[in-house]
């Protein structure tokens, strides 16, 4: 891979699909090749349509000048270059980005989607970009949860379709649906959640902005967890081109770039 300029990768897809696609009538042609075609038409349009949420620091948010900015933001625009192509953000809510997606609203979503079996049935994923750990988040007064097993019982506070709302239900936590992390952490300030989970990196970016929040983590997840991202299955082209752009930017040094504005460390590799 290290060798294979994108340039190379594309010509080679295109020239596999054009050559597939001879003799296939128009009718039978999406149906034969799939989704395959959607590289070739982000590429007619020069446009790549990009889901995200917008409120999701430090990944996807706004800055005081109210641009869109962002590790995912600034991920997104680097693979678009490589591809040759400009982005078009479309900024939805978590709890509905995924059906955005099946509905055709946007080709892929670059938004901290992590891996999970389940998703992997339904859809593609890149090369994962992000790891990072899951923090259980309490009040800084509460004296009852310092564990995961602890959440038994407890409320936390999740956005439904997370996989941290399944790490949260699977050690027997009732769930308090959020929009997001700054809601759910509202939730537990205000009493209405015991708990919350979510990554660490994003823990440490809200209590760095907002240190007089009283919150602590109560716990530290052992594994780290593979964001990546996430595309409609049939796109077997695009996925490709997307984990070419992303190999590229990690051998050129762009990823770790990025995260360090962001984090001060590398997340795009596992420690």
Known sequence: MKKRTIAVILTGILLTAALTGCGVSKENKK?????????????????????????????????????????????????????GVEVKFIETKWDS????????RFDVIVNQVGIN??????????????????????T?????IDSFEDLSGKKSAQSLTSNWAKLAESYGAELVGTDGFNQ?????????????INDNLTYYDYVNQQPD???????????????AILIRKGN??????VNAALAELAEEGTLKEISEKYFGVDVSVEE
């Open 31 to 83: 149906t034969e090749a799939g989704d395959d075609d959607l590289l070739n038409s982000i590429q007619e349009a020069g446009v790549i349509k990009v889901g995200t949420e917008g409120t999701y620091a430090p990944y996807t948010y706004h800055n005081e000048a109210g641009d869109l900015v962002g590790y995912d933001v600034e991920i997104a625009q680097a693979v678009a270059e490589k591809l």
């Open 213 to 227: 929040k009283d919150v602590k983590i109560a716990a530290l997840s052992e594994e780290s967890s593979e964001n």
């Open 184 to 196: 759910s952490i509202d939730l537990v300030l205000a009493g209405r959640a015991d708990a919350t």
């Open 97 to 104: 980005i995924i059906a955005g997606l099946d509905a055709g």
């Open 117 to 138: 079996e389940e998703r992997q049935q339904k859809y593609s994923f890149s090369t994962p970009y992000t790891y990072t750990k899951g923090v259980l988040i309490v």
């Open 236 to 241: 077997d082209t695009l996925v490709e081109a």
């Open 140 to 144: 800084g007064s509460n004296k009852e």
